[in-house]
């Protein structure tokens, strides 16, 4: 069942490993990687968070802001982009047996999409986001960017 705390996980700060399709409609695009980090900090007592990524290779920084809303047990993650300004229309969904799964409708490239984001293999010092687009209302899905999230150890002072 998912709860207020779901993303107790990711707060803190994290390098992240990405890959992603240069064309996120083309299932034969080539797969590009690249490096970033990301730093995360729990608002409302866990029920949200915010987010930052920080993404050299692309010149782009983005945001997420994850709500959880008590009436329907549901979380909106809602995403902007630093290259654009926008505030993207919000997935929503909720975790099921570790593995949280967020549908949403959008347009990528001129196209109306369904957009799909999973999280999972979450574990204490490490996660993985995924990313799919369905062009034929979710009958179909392209997975078109994975993130795997490893934490940054933190230094004592002795």
Partial sequence: ????????FLHGDWQV?????????DPDSAWEEFGSTSRCVPLFD????????????LSA????????ERATGQWSLNWASS??????????????????EFHGDDTYDGKEVRVRFV?????ANGARWEQAFSLDGGATWLTNWVMEFTRVAVSRAS
């Fill in 1 to 8: 069942m998912s709860g207020p705390r779901d993303f107790d």
């Fill in 17 to 25: 490993r990405h890959r992603r399709r240069t064309d996120f409609l």
């Fill in 46 to 57: 866990g029920a949200a968070n915010l987010d930052e990524i920080d993404m050299p290779h």
């Fill in 61 to 68: 920084k983005g945001a997420t802001l994850r709500l959880f």
């Fill in 83 to 100: 290259v654009t300004g926008t505030l993207y229309p919000p997935v929503l969904g909720r975790f099921t047996d570790g593995r949280g």
């Fill in 119 to 123: 999280w999972s293999g979450v574990f």
